[in-house]
């Protein structure tokens, strides 16, 4: 069946490091592609979408390309700050009205 | 304007009780969905709604009912609480069934 998954954490990086979070999924077909954000005691928030092969999607600093050959769409920033510590979740969509999540990924910054 | 907002945020309450939590949405979306976030923080769906008529129930007791009066409200309902029911449900709307989803705050439902 169609499932994600994603690095597991935590992880923990100082300000101003550099970010990847990887995202690989299976899948029969040709999803949309999302990262979710959520921070403590909130409901998720959409980080950033790529609908098909080769788009870019990015917000906030954040990056991921929808690669279809590796079926892939790692999360990337170059420098991270304190305020991103959060829990980020990959997910897809096949537009049968689920989005199936990731397990998420808890990332750490610290001063 | 909260986009998608559920309550109560938290509910307590013993084995064996009857209890609801509300959503409401007021981004004119046609779908909403009712997710289960455990204390893994593992996100699982378990229905799914499209114009008022369930389109998803992904293998949920028939303890949990959902309910749709309107586009705007998806209401879930759940008889004879056990320990296991315990889990942050969170209540989402998206425009259509491909789009990407709007998610209220959470309620966080702890059985004892």
């Known amino acids: 069946g169609d499932s994600v998954t994603q690095m597991e954490g935590p992880v923990t990086l100082s300000e101003e490091a550099f970010l990847t979070i990887n995202c690989t999924y299976t899948a029969t077909g040709y999803p949309s592609l999302f990262w979710y954000v959520q921070y403590p005691g909130e409901g998720l928030q959409l980080l950033l979408k790529a609908t098909k092969a080769d788009d870019k999607g990015s917000n906030k600093g954040f990056e991921a390309t929808y690669r279809k050959e590796t079926t892939s769409f790692h999360l990337e920033k170059g420098s991270v700050q304190v305020s991103d510590s959060a829990v980020y979740f990959c997910a897809l969509n096949f537009g049968g009205f689920k989005t199936i999540f990731g397990a998420g990924t808890r990332l750490f910054v610290k001063a | 304007d909260t986009a998608v907002s559920q309550t109560p945020k938290y509910l307590v309450t013993q084995m064996g009780n009857d209890k609801s939590i509300k959503c409401e949405q007021n981004?004119?979306?046609?779908?909403m969905y009712w997710y289960k976030q455990d204390s893994k923080k593992f996100l699982k769906i378990m229905f799914s709604y499209n114009n008022k008529e369930l389109i998803i129930n992904e293998t949920v007791p028939n303890r949990f009912s959902p309910k749709s009066p309107d586009k705007a409200h998806l209401n879930l309902h759940i008889n004879s609480l056990e320990l296991g029911d315990s889990a942050v449900y969170f209540c989402?709307?998206?425009?259509?069934?491909?789009?990407?989803?709007?998610f209220g705050q959470g309620t966080r439902l702890t059985v004892v």
């Open positions: 981004l004119g979306h046609d779908t």
């Open positions: 989402a709307s998206s425009q259509d069934g491909r789009a990407e989803a709007f």
